[in-house]
């Protein structure tokens, strides 16, 4: 069975290229990402950036890594038997929802699986404002950007989870019956 709600931390292969040419790659880095699925039906999943991996072997995310900037998916489809789920990457939060992090406008998608482990690929492209409200940063999203705008970017993310301090996983009922049970 699926887990419908989870925090935890990713180690991310992150490619960056031009909104408009979201095939050209011009940048790649590694960072860790939070990622947390939560909902009365686990209908949402969030992913925030949160640092860059300093380790090369990124096995353990540090203790202290916090959210940054986050996306939001809502689930659009999901497969016991394949173990995928599937989210679309919103421009506007569906509803007064609080994220830890800045939220981070973006379209696109992303391919949740739970198999061996948690993992992830996503595809998404964001063009947005910075700003400030009440000391908090904002981005609004803007829905044509300029050519070559700095704002506007797509990315491809590839991430897998990772030991963490912080983590949280609710395994449903019957799992954790069978878990308990194997334990002894």
Partial sequence: MLAKSFVVAMAADIARSDYAKPAVIRSRSREWL?????????EYLSI??????????????????APIHSLVGVLVSESET??????LLVRQLPGP????????????????QQRDTISLISKTRYSHSCGWLDGKEIRKDI???APSSAEAMAWH???????????FISRPLVQARRAIRATG
């Fill in 143 to 145: 829905p044509d950007p």
């Fill in 48 to 65: 925030a950036t949160a640092g860059a991996i300093l380790d090369p072997r990124g096995l353990a995310a540090p203790d202290a890594i």
């Fill in 157 to 167: 993310i590839e991430a897998k989870r990772c030991n963490w301090i912080g983590e």
């Fill in 97 to 112: 929802i609080e994220l830890a992090g800045t939220f981070f406008p973006a379209d696109g998608y992303v391919l949740l």
């Fill in 34 to 42: 939070i990622a947390c699925r939560w909902g009365p039906d686990g």
């Fill in 82 to 87: 394949e173990a995928a789920s599937t989210f």
